[in-house]
T-cell receptor, first 114, second 112 residues
Framework: DAGVIQSPRHEVTEMGQEVTLRCKPI?????LFWYRQTMMRGLELLIY????????DSGMPEDRFSAKMPNASFSTLKIQPSEPRDSAVYFC????????????FGQGTRLTVV | QQQVKQSPQSLIVQKGGISIINCAYE??????FPWYQQFPGKGPALLIA?????SEKKEGRFTISFNKSAKQFSLHIMDSQPGDSATYFC???????????FGGGTRLMVKP
């Protein structure tokens, strides 16, 4: 398996524009997580899904953020409209069934909003 | 409380020395404590993990020590090498799901 695949790797956009980040989890994994990493706040959990269903979105900072998982092999994180303070590295991770197991992270998307 | 507190934020160690990173947690429901290693430009990757039924786990040069009564756990890197230079995150989760709560991270630099 190629691991968790995120796209794009880098995104530069202007304030006010819509940004969509994409994630393909490892096949067979039933949990998917979106994290945001910044120097100030470290790794923050934004939202996670189990079997394509959102379980906890309490970490989503504002209504400008939304996430979907239309099927077991694809998820998106959308920011609309984007703001400079959204600049961060966004990671997607997936875990297999069973609980208390290793989380496999993608390489991340570095988002810069100017 | 879901918070996991990690210290120090940064650490410089000479090659061959011992690197020690500490974490503390509040939620007594946590029962899985992994450590993740992150190199620049990469996502975090699992390094080693422990469950609270043991007080220590060793894998090569990496050891987790766990103190359930104090709600603390630590990572020791023996014979630290320049290749160990990375950011290390402690984390915790409970059997209610796979959700990990991460500490703030420690940036380790091992000087040759």
């Amino acid at each position: 398996d190629a691991g968790v695949i995120q796209s794009p790797r880098h995104e530069v956009t202007e304030m006010g524009q819509e940004v969509t980040l994409r994630c393909k989890p490892i096949s067979g994994h039933d949990y998917l997580f979106w994290y945001r990493q910044t120097m100030m706040r470290g790794l923050e959990l934004l939202i996670y899904f189990n079997n394509n269903v959102p379980i906890d979105d309490s970490g989503m900072p504002e209504d400008r953020f939304s996430a979907k998982m239309p099927n077991a092999s694809f998820s998106t994180l959308k920011i609309q409209p984007s703001e400079p303070r959204d600049s961060a590295v966004y990671f997607c991770a997936s875990t297999p069934p069973g609980g208390r197991t290793e989380a496999f992270f993608g390489q991340g998307t570095r988002l810069t909003v100017v | 409380q879901q918070q996991v507190k990690q210290s120090p934020q940064s650490l410089i160690v000479q090659k061959g020395g011992i690197s020690i990173i500490n974490c503390a947690y509040e939620n007594t429901a946590f029962d899985y404590f992994p450590w993740y290693q992150q190199f620049p430009g990469k996502g975090p990757a699992l390094l080693i993990a422990i469950r609270p039924d043991v007080s220590e786990k060793k894998e090569g040069r990496f050891t987790i020590s766990f103190n359930k009564s104090a709600k603390q756990f630590s990572l020791h890197i023996m014979d630290s090498q320049p290749g160990d230079s990375a950011t290390y995150f402690c984390a915790a989760s409970n059997n209610a799901g796979n959700m990990l709560t991460f500490g703030g991270g420690t940036r380790l630099m091992v000087k040759p």
